[in-house]
Structure formats: structure tokens, C-alpha cells
């Protein structure tokens, strides 16, 4: 069976309409991680067929998706991260998926540099940040990425081996760093990539949250290799 995890703040705007997108029959298990909203977005998340809303008392990325792995059924097989906020194509969760139901790879990810992203969805800083944090990785491991965009799926069994921690924005590189360091199979394909579809950006719209996001980054990548 494939589960999605959608980590979300404040999305009731817009969550209803990212449940709504995704391919009939493709998931058995829909996990909402609501991160602390404020907001509606539980409660619009159930309405629109969302399997189960957890919530985090804290804050934080990463804690959203610990704690909807934690929630996983035990007869998950491929598990899909998508974004709340429709910024991503949720059709595409198929093309990650299908590599791994061939056995061609443990880990799928969604790049949004070889795809072809809209005007002003991928911002400047983005860009850099992606650059110099890959940049990063390949000098210290050997191995290319493209991107560390959120978009991604991976096989269970691999996710549990790679004994995730993070709990705020390193959670993105960290998971592609350990897949390294655990050597599994590992494609990028591209994907498409918007401008939100409603709300609030709360990291990329702002530079000082994308300043500090991007030092998170940076300071996991090197606490990785250290350890």
C-alpha cells in the first residue's frame, strides 16, 4: 500500500483543494501532519478525505513528519511527502512511486531544477540555497543532487533504516544525506513546480525565515559528516 504524508500550517485555504487533486486509488493511507495551525486545516483535511490528521504541539517540519511516520500502518510499502499547498503537481506522485515498484530505486525525488517551475515559484534565494547546500553534499559524498525539494517518495523499509531525527528544516537534506551514506538506490526526475495556490509562504516568502532555514541546512549537511 502507498501513503501520502502532507505536513501543513495554516493551509485551510488550500488543503481541501490538494486532497481533491490527488490520483483516485493511487494512496491507501492519507496522513495529515498538522504543524500547530491556527487555522481550519484539521478540520478541512477530514472533510476532503484525508485518512488521518495528526498534530504536533511544536512546531517544525521535520516533527510533522515524524509524527506522521510514527502514525503509518504497518502495511505501508512506499511512503510520497507532498506540500500543502498545491505548489507541486499531485498527479506526479505516480512517476515517484513507479521507479520503486520497479525496483530501480529505494528513493525518488522530485526536482524542481530539472523540471521546469513557473515564474517566481522557485525564488532567487531558493536557487542559491539549493546550489550552494547540493554543491555541499556533492563535495563531501561524491554523489550530484539537484534539488531538495520536498516532493519525494521512498520504500518503507528504507525509510525506517535511515533513522530519521530532524525535527525542524534539515529534514529535506538530511534524509538525502543518510540515503547515501546507506547507499541506497537514489533518482531524481523532474517535476513541475507553482507558485501556491493560496496562503502564505512561510519560509521562501520571507528572507530572514529563508536565511535562517538555510543555516539549518548547511549546519545538518556538516553535522552528518562529522558524525
Known sequence: MNALIIPALNEAPVI???????PP??????IVADNGSTDATAEVARRHGATLVVRTAQPGY???????IAALPPEVEIVVFLQADLSEDPREAESLILPILENRADLVLGSRVLGHPDPGALLPHQRFGNTVATALIRWL???????????????????D?????DRAFGWTVEMQVRALQLRLRILEIPVAYKVRAAGVNKISGNLKASLKAGWIIVS???KLRLQ
Open 16 to 22: 481541501g483543494r490538494t486532497l481533491n487533486a490527488l
Open 25 to 30: 486509488g493511487l494512496f491507501g493511507c492519507v
Open 62 to 68: 521535520g516533527l510533522a513528519c515524524l509524527t506522521a
Open 141 to 159: 559524498w561524491g554523489f550530484r543532487y539537484t534539488d531538495l525539494g520536498p516532493f519525494r517518495a521512498i520504500r518503507r523499509t528504507s525509510l
Open 161 to 165: 533504516a535511515l533513522g530519521m531525527r
Open 220 to 222: 545538518t549537511i556538516l
